[in-house]
């Protein structure tokens, strides 16, 4: 009777079936008496093969599979949902019944005997319906351990039994708020992350499980399935406790004030000992008979109507998915190939090492010499800081501002004050007017001694630069060699430190030399001197001549200047402008030895640098005891060892996936003749 019945169903279905695998009407609506759909067979190979792909955990190759996800607040009557779809029945207990994800994986089987298999941890348990309760509160037990804590790793559940629906769910724990004894106080939001990162995928379609007693818009389930799904398109309400409050819930159906996409099921769960055929036939007297309910459409009430819907949904879902799921396994598959192939080879003899080694170091050179000397910057065309040639011109010139801010300063400060000053301690009974050289040098030392810092600052400046430029090249170079890294970052800084001190030795010696001696053949201090001087006899007239009233003068070559402090030092004036015009012009030839003569002497440095002392001290480093000779290279670094281990694994899953579902595609396309 069964069978004959099947078979009818079966051919008459023949072209919603397809559709269905296809995704373009997913409404039909026949309502078929017996939990059994006639999809089974075809939709079964596509459910094993999505199966096989959640085994493979392809999740955590970031592809998420389409899945029915159940949510719903405690005491929804969630777990009697799935038992009534199951045909079996499940834990129920004080608290949270189900503390971890069960995966529930219905089967139709013509054997008349159920059977039933529980996987988790990589273990397979097989099970019967009396003891499968207390099977799942075991592996629970071992999954989210023996307390009332809760769990993300999944347990898979399937149930083989005559007349299932082909359908398979996750089944996720009940909302609670407030936590039992036991449970931890943070359960609510431990349960909710668990809820959110299953339902947040755009394949994941929610089953929100609603009680008819309570007021929809209250619901924390339909909350959080708001907050993923606003419009409800992938959302299906199940409405249990029909029988136990009647009232209202044809209109609460039709209102939808809680946008529920793919529709309402009202259903009456199995109740006391009753069996689950006898629940059938009281749930379909109900709806049939009950003055308020009778009026609900028959097409959307009864648990068969539900499992319909069920492989509908997820038939739909499916095909609506799976083209998507196998473009983005290929993608991944080529690019993590790719990578694979990307990974440097794993060095297997010394003549191997030193290629390498030779080869790194060389391609090291030649891009240093690139962006320090010849201002080449192909290799770095977006990294502004790897522009070292124009970043060593940006640190030279504000060291050079700094110094010429700092000159102008003093030439204008106090004008002719400290002149005065040394003038009045040098005087000694002799000829008048023969300029005192002490008076000369001690102004010049006290310049010197304040400007000393500069050039030291500047070298300091330029080395730390340096240092994260040639650090940065080698560790680029070396990426993939790790034991070369080490020893080249060691050599880099060591050679850079070296370097740094002789650069300090270099400018304090130049800086000794300044202050030791007043010294210079060039041209421009006399003509400087000279253009100063002449305007000498101006600058003595106007600041002594009584009817000016002018505060300032305007000294050419350095600027207008204060002069009311002057007038009391009469006659001293023209000695001190004197001695300032040679101070003035001297300066700037001293300043621009400070400049030039530094700048030279780092371009030198940097150019043995490059050329021949940072290869010497890394094969120096590379062969001492703690570098630990050429061999070291062969060691393949743990980065690289990770990387590659878990690229082959995820290559692996791929590739595996990628076989399954290119068998799915195959029988889907002969569906579609
Ligand atoms: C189920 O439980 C019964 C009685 O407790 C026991 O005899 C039977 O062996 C159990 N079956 C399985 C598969 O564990
Ligand atoms: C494989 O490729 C994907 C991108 O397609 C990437 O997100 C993933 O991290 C790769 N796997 C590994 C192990 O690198
Ligand atoms: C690379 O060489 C190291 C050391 O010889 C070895 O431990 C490792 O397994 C090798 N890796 C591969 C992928 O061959
Ligand atoms: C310059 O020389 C004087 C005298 O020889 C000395 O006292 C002073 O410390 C020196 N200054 C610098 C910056 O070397
Ligand atoms: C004072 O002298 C300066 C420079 O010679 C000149 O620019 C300015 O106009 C003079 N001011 C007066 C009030 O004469
Ligand atoms: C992955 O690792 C296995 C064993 O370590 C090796 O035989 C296989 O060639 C590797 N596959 C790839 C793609 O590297």
Not at 23 to 29: A, D, L, R
Request: proline share 4%.
């Amino acid at each position: 009777m069964v069978g004959t019945a099947k078979k009818t169903r079966r051919t008459t279905n023949k072209d919603d079936s397809l559709a269905v695998v296809h995704g373009e009407n997913p409404q039909v609506s026949t309502i078929i008496a017996p939990i059994v759909s006639s999809y089974n067979e075809k939709i079964r190979p596509i459910l094993d093969a999505v199966e096989n792909l959640r085994r493979l955990n392809i999740a955590k190759e970031g592809i998420q599979l389409p899945t029915i996800v159940v949510v719903g607040d405690q005491s929804s009557g969630k777990s009697s949902v799935l038992e009534s779809l199951a045909g079996i029945s499940l834990p129920r207990g004080q608290g949270i019944c189900t503390r971890v994800p069960l995966v529930m994986r219905l089967q139709s089987h013509p054997l008349p005997n159920p059977e039933l298999m529980l996987e988790f941890n990589g273990k397979s348990i097989s099970t019967d319906e009396d003891n499968v309760s207390d099977a799942i509160n075991i592996a629970t037990d071992e999954l989210a351990g023996n307390a009332k804590g809760i769990s993300n790793t999944p347990l898979t559940l399937v149930v083989k039994k005559n007349g299932v629906p082909d359908l398979t769910m996750v089944d996720l724990p009940g909302i609670t708020r407030v936590p039992v004894h036991g449970q931890p106080e943070n359960i609510y939001d431990q349960i909710k992350d668990i809820i959110m990162e299953y339902i947040r995928p755009e394949e994941s379609i929610i089953l929100n499980v609603l009680s008819a007693t309570v007021d929809f818009t209250t619901c924390e389930s339909i909350r959080m399935s708001q907050s993923v799904d606003k419009t409800g398109l992938r959302t299906l309400a199940v409405v249990t406790k029909a029988d136990k409050s009647p009232e209202g819930l044809l209109e609460k159906v039709t209102a939808d004030d809680v946008n529920i996409g793919l529709g309402y099921v009202c259903v009456r769960n199995r109740i006391g000992d009753e069996s689950y055929e006898e629940a059938r036939i009281e749930e379909e007297r109900l709806f049939e008979s009950h003055p308020m309910l009778s009026k609900i459409d028959k097409s959307i009430v009864g648990v068969p109507v539900l499992a319909q819907r069920l492989v509908q949904v997820q038939g739909m879902i499916i095909s609506k998915t799976l083209p998507e799921i196998v473009k983005k396994i290929n993608e991944k598959l080529t690019y993590n190939l790719s990578e694979l192939d990307k990974l440097p080879v794993n060095l297997t003899c010394v003549a191997d090492a030193m290629t390498t080694f030779m080869h790194i170091i060389g391609l090291s050179k030649e891009s240093l010499r690139k962006i320090l000397l010849r201002g080449e910057f192909d290799e770095y065309p977006d990294e502004k800081n790897m522009h070292c040639t124009a970043r060593l011109v940006d640190l030279l010139d504000s060291y050079s501002n700094h110094l010429q801010c700092f000159s102008e300063k003093e030439a204008t400060k106090d004008f002719l004050m400290e002149e005065i000053r040394e003038l009045q301690e040098a005087k000694l009974i002799g000829l008048p007017n023969f300029m005192p050289r002490t008076a000369f040098l001690s102004i010049h030392q006290r310049k010197v001694k304040a400007i000393a810092h500069m050039p030291i600052d500047f070298v300091h400046n330029v080395w730390e630069y340096l240092e994260t430029v040639v650090s940065s090249v080698l560790l680029r170079h070396c990426e993939n060699y790790y034991q070369l890294q080490v020893s080249t970052r060691r050599a880099g800084q060591s050679l850079i430190a070296k370097m740094k001190e002789s650069s300090i030795k270099h400018v304090l010696v130049v800086v000794e030399m300044e202050n030791l001696t007043d010294y210079t053949c060039n041209p421009e201090f006399m003509a400087e001197y000279n253009k100063l001087i002449s305007q000498q006899d101006d600058f003595v007239k106007a600041v002594l001549d009584p009817n000016n009233n002018n505060q300032t003068f305007d000294l050419k070559g350095v600027g207008v200047i204060d002069v009311a402090h002057l007038k009391q030092y009469f006659s001293m004036l023209t000695q001190a402008f004197d001695l300032k015009g040679r101070m003035i012009a001297y300066w700037r030839i001293v300043q621009k030895r400070i400049i030039d003569s530094i700048a030279m002497h780092l371009m030198l440095s940097i150019h043995n640098l490059v050329n021949k002392d940072l290869e010497k001290e890394i094969v120096h480093d590379l062969m001492s005891p703690k570098g630990g000779g050429i061999e070291r290279l062969l060691e393949e670094s743990p980065s690289i060892a990770g990387k590659r281990d878990k690229l082959n694994r995820s290559v692996k899953v791929l590739q595996e996936s990628k076989e399954t579902v290119g068998n799915l595609m195959d029988r889907i396309g002969t569906y579609g003749d």
